[in-house]
């Protein structure tokens, strides 16, 4: 299973590829969490990265499609995989069809996750992530049992620096200018299925997983 998932910010993909990486079985593959853990070790990366996070701007196609590149080496990528937030520029989306042909394999869809958008800022600035294991939760929709704590390893909870009101209204921006033409883009190659991310988030899985299972 080689799935994209496509969606603004806040649509639902990391909490998607939660379910959908147990149910699959293939790993998932977060730019935005692989450039979280170089920020976070501070390498060289990390500290490039970091200055268009903060901003809420896209950390250039270059270093975005290297890590990519370099992912889709490891040995777990040949049953598959749940690529979350790449590609992300028209560029990304061409460098990836162009990996695809080079290891002769196909995408079986771009999973497009539709959510109304003054839903996103309230699912974004309510978020909170597990420090250990990156499970994400929210304080109204998905609170954890215990305050502050993760249900699934005992970590502490976070709130990300980039989920602030005025970074997410700029993310919101970045995704409506240089992300939504790859609506298109996957479409026009027959590529593209969309769901609306509306309702639970057991109600959206059951939503992907008939799609997925339409698609075969
Ligand atoms: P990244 O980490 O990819 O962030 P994003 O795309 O902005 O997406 P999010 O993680 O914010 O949202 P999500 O759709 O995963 O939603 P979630 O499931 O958490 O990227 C961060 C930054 O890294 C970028 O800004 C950029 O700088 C850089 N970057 C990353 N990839 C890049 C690339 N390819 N090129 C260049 N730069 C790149 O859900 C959100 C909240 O809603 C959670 O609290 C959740 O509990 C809640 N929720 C989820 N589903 C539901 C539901 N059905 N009902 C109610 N609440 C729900």
Known sequence: MRIVLLGPPGAGKGTQAENLTKIYGVPHISTGEMFRTAVKEETPLGLEAKKYMDAGELVPDSLT????????????????????????????????????????????????????????????????????????????????????????????????????EATVLSRLEVYNRQTSPLISYYADSSRLTTVSGDGSVQEVTDRVKAALENLQ
């Open 65 to 164: 499609i290297g890590i990519v590149k370099e992912r889709f080496l490891k040995s777990d990528c040949a049953k598959g995989f749940l690529l979350d937030g790449f590609p992300r520029t028209l560029a990304q989306a061409e460098a990836l069809d162009q990996m695809l042909e080079e290891l002769d394999v196909q995408l079986d869809t771009v999973l497009n996750i539709d959510v109304p958008e003054e839903d996103l800022l309230i699912r974004l600035t309510g978020r909170q992530i597990c420090r250990q294991c990156q499970a994400p939760y929210h304080k109204a929709f998905k609170p954890a049992q215990k305050e502050g704590i993760c249900d699934l390893c005992g970590g502490q909870l976070y709130q990300r620096d980039d989920d602030s």
